[in-house]
């Protein structure tokens, strides 16, 4: 009953103050609404006249050209009559609307003003509904961070860090995790921590971009960790490099950083000093998968043909290698030894051509080939190591190696 009366209020006044085209179709809204309010009476009375409302309706009349509503009141059970027609689609913008009050307005008022707070599941208008002011919510995975930084604190300290929060929120719940973390509780701490191990400033946010995850592992767990490395005789400037390298190190247990040190020792055959030299030059050996380096130090010893301790000179050399790509590993391997001709022993005393472009090697090969100078055996004259092969820049490469101009090498490369 409050909201009805709340609604004629409001109509009323609209009538007055709005202009004659605002008031006809605010007649229309209303006139929609007693039909649905007369639609609930008529059902109310069917199922139970001890339903049906005590208090009745007040009346309420209004009266335009070619339109009249009128209801009376309900005490004595009687259903709401209605006599009301539209207006014509003709002329209803011509017609003049005319709003009078019946005597009851006054305890309409009254009920309004005694309308205890709306409920959560009370129906509003769609004056009210406008007006209402929610808090923004945490955003979803189609959000971005950066939306966010003027309204949290955590995301510009993170900010001024160096944290790069485009990659951050493609992370899996890591922009859920980073809102809900407070800067100085959560993060401080940890913070210091790292430049305490002894990792540098501005490595920090490219630490946090790829591993944001770390602020919310337990200190404890984090000095464990560092605790554990130390043990192993890795100094600090050992650790800090392997943190900064691999910003994923401090997330793993010291199980599985125990059982990924056995894995190098035991399986490469390496010393303890080998292995420890090893993941220094590579730390990310000991977060990745496993998977590729056993396939790759297989491939290498039965389809490359290298012996296990040749294999264990190149890893020590190139570490890269147990991380590479199979295929181009293969064909890099085949082109030197079926086409250059360089046998296993001189390929395991310069393994760092198999860290060079393919292509570049074929292109100087076969440039040397055309002057008749490609010669790989130390044992000849006008002997040329790999690694010059493959380490100089053209210039030097041209004049040193080749005995040629690099406008040469350039025309030759053009026929190719």
Known sequence: ??????????????????????????????HRTWMQLHELSVLSFLCTDNHFPQHGLKTYRSVSLGSRLQSTNSNNGQILSEETNLLSPVNHYQQQAEVIPSSDTKTLYE???DTPPSSAL???????????????????????????VDR??????????GVDLSKVEKRPNAGQLLLRLDFEKDIRKRLLFLKDVGVEDNQLGPILTQNPYILAVDMEALETRVAYLKSKKFGKEAVARMVSRAPFLLSFSVERLDNRLGFFQKELGLSVQKTRDLVVSLPRLLTGSLEPIKENWQVCQVELGFRRNEMQHIVSKIPK?????????????????NVMGIPHHILTNFPQVFNSKLLRVKERHMFLTFLGRAQYDPAQPSYISLDKLVSMPDEVFCTE????????????????
């Open 1 to 30: 009953m409050a909201f009805w009366a709340r609604q004629i209020s409001i109509w009323y006044l609209s009538v007055k103050t709005n202009s004659v085209a605002n008031s006809i179709q605010q007649l229309r809204k209303t």
């Open 111 to 113: 009920v309004w003003e």
């Open 122 to 148: 009370e129906e509003i208008s769609e004056e009210e509904a406008v007006q209402i002011v929610a808090e923004p919510p945490l955003p979803l995975g189609s959000f971005t961070l950066q939306d966010y």
């Open 152 to 161: 949290s604190e955590t995301l510009s300290q993170l900010v001024l860090l």
């Open 321 to 337: 290698i147990l991380t590479a790509n199979k295929r181009k590993l293969i064909e890099t391997f085949d082109y030197l030894h």
């Open 401 to 416: 190696i080749a005995k040629a101009s690099v406008k040469d090498f350039e025309k030759f490369l053009k026929t190719l």
